[in-house]
Nanobody, 114 residues
Framework: VQLVESGGGLAQPGGSLRLSCAASGFTLSSYVMSWYRQAPGKERELVAAIASAGGSTNYADSVKGRFTISRDNAKSTVYLQMNSLKPEDTAVYYC????????WGQGTQVTVSS
């Protein structure tokens, strides 16, 4: 079982990044998928989640209207499109799969700075 995040990096304020989370070793379509983030000195927090069928999503208030979570079950991949990035979005972003068990990825660093 593996979740591998990619797409992180350095972005300027107001810029965009698209994170990907590629799953292997389990059937992604059966799992609720989420993105979390953890900034230095802070607790890990939920950013966005999407139901297994992809019809229902929810977002942290701090990212509503700027971030979009989506999934492609055929490709076993979940995405997080991040627009209008702010310095406070700087964090390590983690992908999580939840059903009867929970799996985490290793994280990808996102830094928003001019």
């Amino acid at each position: 079982v593996q979740l591998v995040e990619s797409g992180g990096g350095l972005a300027q304020p107001g810029g965009s990044l698209r994170l990907s989370c590629a799953a292997s070793g389990f059937t992604l379509s059966s799992y609720v998928m989420s993105w979390y983030r953890q900034a230095p000195g802070k607790e890990r927090e939920l950013v966005a989640a999407i139901a297994s069928a992809g019809g229902s999503t929810n977002y942290a208030d701090s990212v509503k209207g700027r971030f979009t979570i989506s999934r492609d079950n055929a490709k076993s991949t979940v995405y997080l499109q991040m627009n209008s990035l702010k310095p406070e979005d700087t964090a390590v972003y983690y992908c999580k799969a939840t059903r009867l068990r929970t799996y985490w990825g290793q994280g990808t660093q996102v830094t928003v700075s001019s």
